[in-house]
């Protein structure tokens, strides 16, 4: 018989942990993980006491992100409770209702693309809206972008992520916004906790500007983010990156592409993560369990 004290503390364990909108069955019937792997992950999270409990589907969603290697699946794990919990400016309080976080979607575009490639990839482009540099702030930029993309693997989670950045209307006074301590916990969350493989990283219109901002930032990144990323300079051939890259049809109209504006498309993400509110409280609640060891 379970007591009144435990029963309400099985419920509060329960209310902690993200509840998804797929299954961890239909991943398993796609082939795209296994029961065993799941299985391991768990049993390994058994002896983990300062991690907190977590469902199948989130320890899917880790075992995608790392192509089912079991090794990088726990490091990664690790690693993403330690950054969220230990970075709260980034990962906390991320209700985009919230006047901070409402007044970036004045700043910036961010959006994630309504289809994916034939990879099973998912699409995410930023750009300027506001090219006033004392309007930008990268903390509360950083912020969305990593809520966003938390919020889209609610449900049907990618095998990868293709990001594409159009540095338009940035200028050397947006470099003099950007606090290194927030460029660090962003290079570190990517390359080692990030729960979805980032394949891809374009850069539109790059310029000087953009060399100079990799001049800021080499220190934190790897050798293997380092070459993925990809720049186009400024009058690029969209027909060329159509072919090579992405096709037509999943690039938005600013582009030259079939999709709606990148400002419609911004627009749709930010209602859907307005509509993710519950589910991002949760992970936060779930995020402020973890122990360091």
Known sequence: MVS??????LLLIMST????????ED???ENRTTKSNIEDIKNWLSFKRNIPRMSDEQIVIFLLACKNNLDETKITIENFFKYKSTSPEIFMNRDIDMKENKFTCTVTNIAVFP???EENYAIALGSLKDTSYYNFCIEPQIKRAFAIIDAYLYSNPPDGLIFIIDIKGVGIMHLTRIKLN???VFFAYIQ???PIQLRQ????NANYIFEKFLMISKPFMKKELYEMIITHSPGANMQEFFEKYIPASSMPSDY?????????LSEDTRKYLQSMKTFLEAEEKQIQLYKKD
Do not use: M, W, Y
């Open 201 to 204: 990283v374009h850069i539109l």
């Open 115 to 117: 289809n994916r490639t």
């Open 4 to 9: 009144n004290a435990s029963h309400f503390q």
């Open 17 to 24: 942990i993200p509840k998804h909108g797929f299954k961890a």
């Open 256 to 264: 030259g592409g079939d999709l709606p504006s990148i400002e419609k």
């Open 192 to 194: 080692e906790a990030l």
């Open 182 to 184: 927030a460029l660090k």
């Open 27 to 29: 991943i398993l019937k």
